[in-house]
T-cell receptor, first 111, second 114 residues
Framework: DAGITQSPRHKVTETGTPVTLRCHQT?????MYWYRQDPGHGLRLIHY???????DKGEVSDGYSVSRSKTEDFLLTLESATSSQTSVYFC??????????FGPGTRLTVT | DAKTTQPPSMDCAEGRAANLPCNHS???????VYWYRQIHSQGPQYIIH???NNETNEMASLIITEDRKSSTLILPHATLRDTAVYYC???????????????FGTGTQLKVEL
């Protein structure tokens, strides 16, 4: 499982509330990623990080922010959740060979 | 990144080899072919990758044609637990600065049956 955990695994929240998802790794990898997966769209990159305090946007970054204050933790924040952000969120790390390993996912429902 | 084309679905009998094709006719010289799979409700799982030589690991074999325009993932003895969506992804070598994301298409739904 490459030492990746995500929390929470399931969350239901109301429109307009802030939500933070956490990704934790035990492998000390430099690169970490947040993806979302929706029916008909496959996985789409939201944000990624290439080191502590170094982050960049992916293809669907609007409405999301990230932070990485420690190598092992990568946080994804929805400042004001909307129903369009109902999705399954996957965190991933990348090893030195370019292989990405994914966490178990967080199922978020915004009502 | 080069675009990939995969059949939407395939069936395979348990114990037989599953051969999953992928077309990537616009692949560039520094782009690798990666295969991932996703079992229902789980995170994608890395399987194998290669540049131009055939590759084999404990999970599968990857056969890349000489012109690199297509490849085949081979699961030598498919089991029911191999039922999943299989994604073929083309990505630049990370050493060239590329590869900060994986572009997942819709993949091939492999169903392994008794």
């Amino acid at each position: 499982d490459a030492g990746i955990t995500q929390s929470p695994r399931h969350k239901v929240t109301e429109t307009g509330t802030p939500v933070t998802l956490r990704c934790h790794q035990t492998e000390n990898h430099r690169y970490m990623y947040w993806y979302r997966q929706d029916p008909g769209h496959g996985l789409r990159l939201i944000h990624y990080s290439y080191g502590v305090k170094d982050t960049d946007k992916g293809e669907v970054s609007d409405g999301y922010s990230v932070s990485r204050s420690k190598t092992e933790d990568f946080l994804l924040t929805l400042e004001s959740a909307t129903s369009s952000q109902t999705s399954v969120y996957f965190c991933a790390i990348r090893n030195k060979y370019g292989e990405q390993y994914f966490g178990p996912g967080t199922r978020l429902t915004v009502t | 990144d080069a675009k990939t084309t995969q059949p939407p679905s395939m069936d395979c009998a348990e114990g037989r080899a599953a051969n999953l094709p992928c077309n990537h006719s616009t692949i560039s010289g520094n782009e690798y072919v990666y295969w991932y799979r996703q079992i229902h409700s789980q995170g994608p799982q890395y399987i194998i990758h290669g540049l131009k030589n055939n590759e084999t690991n404990e999970m599968a074999s990857l056969i890349i044609t000489e012109d690199r325009k297509s490849s085949t993932l081979i699961l030598p003895h498919a089991t029911l637990r191999d039922t999943a969506v299989y994604y073929c992804i083309v990505r630049p070598d990370i050493l060239t600065g590329g590869g900060n994301k994986l572009t997942f298409g819709t993949g091939t739904q492999l169903k392994v049956e008794l």
